[in-house]
């Protein structure tokens, strides 16, 4: 069976490759390289000994997009291609708009030409907005807060709505909680450009050295230690529940929200000395101003995606935060680093 992945060598695809290949699925991958390295590549065939077909396109160019599927025999698609930097999106809204949006629509009206009609969607708990009670379950009204979380709440929209006109349609929506770590082997993992947004990519260049310390962002929530609390998650663990939602898609039709998540929630410090612990360094830190429009709390209520995709996560927070470690001590640069040397050794104190 051949999958097409947009955005295969970001930080989630890459690591859905190694999983599909490992799974003995054929891929075809297309990005833009507008946010990862072609590197990623070489590495995902380093871990599992396959090929994989890459077409460096945009999905705003229709054209490549008739040429994929002319020349690949595609079953289905899992969509990780687009913009995800909320602060960013705030500055350049329309910029997100076109690529997220008009890049879905241009995907979806070839798959339609060319009679593919299975979709793996990567959404994000950011559907949810700002909610008076945790767990979040599927089923509570969507919200977004900014440019970012409303394309993938539009994107939500637009599939409901041609899974509703055309039958054939079978489409998993996935909300991502917070993807963390990196493949055990510390070849592939996040790569993020300039100064890290998110929490653990923060920490791990303090760990390192590259920063001098992270900031946190207010201890003033109502949370057991009044810093922000989230539901991180395994990027592998990640991984395999898109292999289980394109197993559900291929038997059955129609539309589908799943929340990927632990169902546990992390504060910042717990993170942070969990993050020590394994790193064996001293992260410094130190207590600011809440970031404009974080929530107090989120964490899943998967139970969803454990009854009806058979999958639940099985990585803790302690094999997240090593494997992240692992990733960076390896690749000091990310993928400008030389290749590593193959290790599986967990560096715990
Ligand atoms: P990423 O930036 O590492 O991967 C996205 C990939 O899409 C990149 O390789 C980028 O070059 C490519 N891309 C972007 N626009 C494109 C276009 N128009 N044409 C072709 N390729 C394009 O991000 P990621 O963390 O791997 O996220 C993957 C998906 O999951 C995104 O849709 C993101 O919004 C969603 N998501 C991510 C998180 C997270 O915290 N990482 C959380 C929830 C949802
Ligand atoms: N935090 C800090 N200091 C930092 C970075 C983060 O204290 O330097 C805190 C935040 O305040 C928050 C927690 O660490 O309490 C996690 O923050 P992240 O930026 O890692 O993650 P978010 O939950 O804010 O955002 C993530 C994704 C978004 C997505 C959102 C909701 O990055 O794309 O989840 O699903 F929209």
Same mark, same amino acid.
């Given at each position: 069976?051949?999958?097409?992945?947009?955005?295969?060598?970001?930080?989630? +695809?890459?690591?859905?490759? &190694?999983? #599909?290949?490992?799974?003995g699925?054929? =891929?075809?991958?297309?990005? /833009? $390289?507008?946010n990862?390295?072609?590197?990623?590549?070489?590495?995902?065939?380093?871990?599992t000994?396959?090929?994989?077909?890459?077409?460096?396109?945009?999905?705003?160019?229709?054209?490549?997009?008739?040429?994929?599927?002319?020349?690949?025999?595609?079953?289905a698609?899992?969509?990780?291609?687009?913009?995800?930097a909320? +602060?960013?999106?705030?500055? &350049?809204? #329309?910029?997100?708009?076109?690529?997220? =949006?008009?890049?879905?629509? /241009? $995907?979806?009206?070839?798959?339609?030409?060319?009679?593919?009609?299975?979709?793996v969607?990567s959404?994000?708990?950011?559907?949810?907005?700002?909610?008076?009670?945790?767990?979040?379950?599927?089923d509570?009204?969507?919200?977004?807060?900014?440019?970012?979380?409303?394309?993938?709440?539009?994107?939500?929209e637009i599939?409901?709505?041609?899974?509703?006109a055309n039958?054939?349609?079978?489409?998993?929506?996935?909300?991502?909680?917070?993807?963390?770590?990196?493949?055990?082997?510390?070849t592939?993992?996040?790569?993020?450009n300039?100064?890290?947004?998110?929490?653990?990519?923060?920490?791990?260049?303090?760990?390192?050295?590259?920063?001098?310390?992270?900031?946190?962002?207010?201890n003033?929530?109502?949370?057991?230690?009044?810093?922000?609390?989230?539901?991180?998650?395994?990027?592998?663990?990640?991984?395999?529940?898109?292999?289980?939602?394109?197993?559900?898609?291929?038997?059955s039709?129609?539309?589908?929200?799943?929340?990927?998540?632990?169902?546990?929630?992390y504060?910042v410090?717990e993170?942070?000395?969990?993050?020590?612990?394994?790193s064996?360094?001293?992260?410094?830190?130190?207590i600011?101003?809440?970031?404009?429009?974080?929530?107090?709390?989120?964490?899943?209520?998967?139970?969803?995606?454990?009854k009806?995709?058979?999958?639940?996560?099985?990585?803790?927070?302690?094999?997240?935060?090593?494997?992240?470690?692992?990733?960076?001590?390896?690749?000091?640069?990310?993928?400008?680093?030389k290749?590593?040397?193959?290790?599986?050794?967990l560096?715990?104190?």
């Amino acid at each position: 069976m051949s999958i097409l992945i947009t955005g295969g060598t970001g930080y989630i +695809g890459s690591h859905t490759c &190694v999983e #599909l290949l490992n799974s003995g699925y054929e =891929i075809v991958v297309l990005d /833009n $390289l507008s946010n990862s390295r072609k590197d990623s590549l070489d590495r995902i065939k380093r871990i599992t000994g396959k090929d994989i077909k890459f077409y460096h396109s945009d999905l705003l160019n229709k054209g490549d997009l008739h040429t994929i599927f002319s020349e690949n025999n595609i079953d289905a698609v899992i969509h990780f291609a687009g913009l995800k930097a909320v +602060g960013e999106s705030v500055n &350049v809204p #329309l910029h997100y708009y076109e690529n997220n =949006i008009t890049g879905t629509l /241009n $995907l979806l009206e070839v798959m339609e030409k060319f009679g593919v009609y299975r979709m793996v969607f990567s959404s994000s708990a950011t559907v949810y907005g700002t909610q008076e009670k945790v767990p979040l379950s599927e089923d509570l009204p969507l919200q977004a807060t900014n440019p970012y979380g409303r394309t993938k709440l539009m994107i939500e929209e637009i599939l409901r709505d041609v899974t509703i006109a055309n039958r054939n349609w079978s489409i998993a929506l996935l909300r991502y909680f917070n993807p963390v770590g990196a493949h055990p082997s510390g070849t592939i993992g996040e790569d993020p450009n300039g100064i890290p947004n998110n929490l653990v990519p923060y920490i791990s260049q303090v760990a390192i050295g590259k920063l001098s310390e992270l900031k946190v962002y207010g201890n003033d929530y109502n949370t057991h230690d009044g810093t922000g609390v989230r539901d991180y998650i395994h990027v592998v663990d990640l991984a395999s529940g898109h292999l289980k939602a394109l197993e559900k898609i291929m038997r059955s039709t129609g539309i589908n929200a799943y929340n990927l998540g632990t169902g546990r929630g992390y504060s910042v410090l717990e993170v942070i000395q969990t993050f020590e612990k394994v790193s064996g360094k001293l992260i410094p830190y130190k207590i600011t101003r809440r970031r404009p429009g974080d929530i107090a709390i989120s964490y899943a209520d998967s139970s969803k995606a454990e009854k009806e995709l058979n999958w639940s996560a099985q990585k803790n927070l302690l094999e997240m935060c090593a494997d992240s470690w692992r990733w960076q001590i390896q690749n000091p640069n990310g993928y400008e680093s030389k290749e590593p040397e193959y290790s599986s050794k967990l560096i715990l104190n």
